[in-house]
């Protein structure tokens, strides 16, 4: 038991900083990003050319899938959010939604729906052992890394005027407005920073996940399913969301099968919102 408690701690963690890239767009924009897992999924792929073709290692591969995401992030919302912001909310989200359609079927058609693996990282199959606790080292990497760049975003908008700038966005655009802060280039860095979240993840989880073209659909319902368990616009509860779906997943693999993992997943989504339906931190 100890071992699924700490498996489920470790992707927990990874989910963490998944979600908190898409509390923060839902939160400052009331925008949930469809296309989020996607995002995760291109970032997967360059870490895995990037490897293949040129045999950079995943973790050398960190910044440049958080920049090149974060980018990617920067131009989803100039050339798509920022013309359909303002209208129709569904307008909006559908637009994710077909960008995330086309993300999946152009990585398909490029990289046919072949899972693709990466197995001579320099973490790949190195464990260490505890008793009778046996942890990945890849695991453990990735968990480590989501952690660390979990605090320097929790440091971000605590203590930088941009991440205030986003903070007070969040809670009234326009106020904000009056405030003399440009909401349009908030929204843009909060893209951006999504982008960035899931680009880091990418990297870190392609030494040990598979990469397919659909793995996105996963990972955005996760992550939908963490924001608004966690509270919308809250970093501590993506955290704690992130957690709590992690080792719901393990056990539930484990006493269900992993066929049916994620019945539990959303039956503890369900009952929480039951009794907190802005979720565990919502304001």
């Not at 307008?91 to 086309?102: K, P, S």
Request: aromatic share 12%; charged share 5%; with cysteine.
């Amino acid at each position: 038991m100890g071992q699924i408690i700490v498996n489920g701690i470790l992707m927990g963690f990874i989910y963490s900083l998944v979600a908190i890239g898409l509390t923060l767009t839902w939160g400052t924009m009331g925008i949930p990003n469809f296309a989020h897992g996607d995002f995760l999924m291109l970032s997967m792929y360059l870490a895995f050319w990037a490897f293949e073709l040129i045999g950079i290692d995943p973790l050398l591969m960190l910044p440049i899938c958080i920049l090149a995401i974060f980018i990617l992030g920067v131009l989803t919302y100039k050339g798509i959010i920022s013309r359909v912001i303002d209208g129709a909310s569904l307008t909006a989200l559908l637009a994710t939604f077909g960008l995330g359609m086309f993300l999946k079927n152009l990585a398909q058609f490029l990289w046919t729906p072949n899972y693709r693996y990466i197995n001579d990282a320099l973490v790949s199959g190195k464990i260490i052992k505890l008793g009778n606790i046996v942890l990945g080292v890849p695991q453990i990497v990735a968990a480590v890394g989501s952690i660390l760049l979990v605090v320097v975003i929790v440091y971000f908008m605590e203590n930088t005027r941009t991440g205030k700038a986003i903070q007070a966005t969040a809670l009234n655009r326009n106020t904000a407005l009056l405030m003399g802060i440009n909401t349009s280039k908030i929204f843009a860095i909060t893209f951006g920073i999504t982008g960035a979240c899931v680009g880091a993840a990418g990297a870190l989880m392609s030494s040990f996940f598979p990469i397919y073209p659909t793995l996105g659909s996963l990972f955005s319902t996760l992550s939908l399913v963490i924001v608004a368990l966690g509270g919308l616009g809250s970093i501590k509860g993506a955290l704690y969301g992130g957690l709590i779906i992690g080792l719901t997943e393990a056990i539930g693999g484990y006493f269900l099968g992993t066929q049916f993992k994620y019945l539990l997943v959303f039956l503890i989504y369900l009952i929480v919102i039951q009794v907190r339906p802005k979720g565990l931190f919502g304001w």
